[in-house]
């Protein structure tokens, strides 16, 4: 049973479970019981139960590839995609529907992309008048088909959010060889698919990328922008326990005050064993917590677009009177005093 990232052997590309939403109810709707799949693959419902956690890309690869034999649907990938809402990947997708034009969508992608998915790389170029979104699966020892067509059916979502529902690509291009029909795979993309290529691709019309986002929220997207930095920054070395659990932290304040049972889950140890290798390095994980809480509130604070109300939301408090408290107590001010005196 596979709960994190591991921080010991060989580094393992790893993707957020959120990718995964969706994935059991799909593999029962086709009248199949999502466990023994799940089980060939080296993990269970419980891997799956928090969208927060990570596992193996390659498990997920394999998964995708055991629903697809197991439902007898050659195209489990394709249709789990179509189904899939981007937006269950969290700030990764709210990044992209809020940059300012589809080009800077585009590069956000391939920027933050490891935040969400380890094990793929996606770019973006223009030539003449096209322009190529490529996207690959970096581990070529597993059977990828299922991965990339899910993969190509969720990037049609992303698109189709910013450019509306009856956006095509001129062409798909995959990876992987032609399956035995390609029918449904015109249907989803609504444009001509090839396969065999160097990389998996969307073929678009290069001014697409010079075309502005409609809706998209400058002062969200500075938000999010910022906030996806600070977790690159912090995204941790093999073996650096410390940065994992700030790692850990930091993409959990999001969602109120971060617990040790779910962070130690999320690095595959029990909450006694974090604890004790926590304090061999001379800290625990509630002095942890609070010097993370410390260190975002401080760059927060220091961009005058950001309310006090709105740093305290970013930071997981639930109200601004227990986020003063701990600032007042982090550094002698409240946080008002403290943006006086930086004014």
Known sequence: MTRGMPRRGPARPMISVAATTGLTEAIAAAGVRPEPVLRAVGLDLEDLADAHRYIPCRAFTLLLEEAARATGDGCFGLHFGERFRPKNVGPLAYVILNSPTFGAGFRNIARYLRVHNQGAEVSFAADGPWGYIRQRLTDPAVPARQHNEFSAAVGLGVVRLMAGSRWTPVEVQFAHPAPDGVSEHERVFGAPVSFGHATNAFVIEREL????????????????????????????????????????????????????????????????????????????????????????????LGDANNTVTEVAYLLGYSEVSAFNRAFKRWTGATPSDARRKEG
């Open 209 to 300: 990328a010079d075309r502005a986002v409609p809706a998209a929220d400058p002062g969200l997207y500075t938000i999010l922008t910022d906030y996806l930095e600070r977790v690159l920054d912090g995204m941790p070395r093999e073996d650096d326990l410390i940065a994992s659990v700030r790692k850990a932290v930091g993409a959990a304040l999001r969602d109120g005050d971060p617990t040790i049972g779910r962070v130690a889950g999320g690095l595959a140890m029990s909450p006694r064993t974090l604890q004790r290798r926590l304090r061999a390095l001379g800290t625990d994980f509630k002095q942890l917590v609070g010097d993370t809480r410390r260190r975002f509130a401080i760059d927060y």
